[in-house]
T-cell receptor
């Protein structure tokens, strides 16, 4: 079984400040890890993903995340927050293709607020 | 691609009524997923199709829920005898077969039970 824990249901940062959203996972097989963003009344948009290879992955809108196996973490960062980053962010884990159907298991989300 | 399309965007119904949602995946996407998202929570997996075959169903999918993908293209999710607890956002996602293929999500159908 897989699970995801997102520490902090609400995070507020000032515009221009560092964004750090925390995600820890549990998986019995090598995980695939994802960050999605959701704007109000919309579906989820993929920000970035880790499958294999380089542990630091870069995504859209200046976001990046680092897979740390020893810490079972996949924290999301952005050096400088922009007002348009205000949204709900979800970390998710799935099994690799040879283990299952790649269904996603999501965390409970972190609402990011940007302070002008 | 034109994206995943879901219809309707909003559905309000009385408890006990049946409802049906439709999902049109991105063309040529073989895989189709349904998820349910309740307020303040992340989406939870409901069921998965590869082409027209329904390959997995979550325990969350009670006997009142049924999903189909008759020709391997669009999919429908029906809820019979709706209950208050069915109020949620129902999300559809699709992806290609193959390694490292991300799931693309629609904007969802928000169901409200009166």
């Amino acid at each position: 079984a897989q699970s995801v824990t997102q520490l902090g249901s609400h995070v507020s940062v000032s515009e221009g400040a560092l964004v750090l959203l925390r995600c820890n996972y549990s998986s019995s097989v090598p995980p695939y890890l994802f960050w999605y963003v959701q704007y109000p009344n919309q579906g989820l948009q993929l920000l970035l993903k880790y499958t294999t290879g380089a542990t630091l992955v870069k995504g859209i809108n200046g976001f990046e995340a680092e897979f740390k196996k020893s810490e079972t973490s996949f924290h999301l960062t952005k050096p400088s927050a922009h007002m348009s980053d205000a949204a709900e962010y979800f970390c998710a884990v799935s099994e690799p293709p040879d283990f299952g159907n790649e269904k996603l298991t999501f965390g409970t989300g972190t609402r990011l607020t940007i302070i002008p | 691609d034109t994206g995943v399309s879901q219809d309707p965007r909003h559905k309000i119904t009385k408890r006990g009524q049946n409802v049906t949602f439709r999902c049109d995946p991105i063309s040529e996407h073989n895989r189709l997923y349904w998820y349910r998202q309740t307020l303040g929570q992340g989406p939870e997996f409901l069921t998965y199709f590869q082409n027209e075959a329904q390959l997995e169903k979550s325990r969350l999918l009670s006997d009142r829920f049924s999903a189909e993908r008759p020709k391997g293209s669009f999919s429908t999710l029906e809820i019979q005898r709706t209950e208050q607890g069915d109020s949620a956002m129902y999300l559809c996602a699709s992806s290609r077969l193959g390694l490292n293929q991300p799931q693309h999500f629609g904007d969802g159908t928000r169901l409200s039970i009166l």
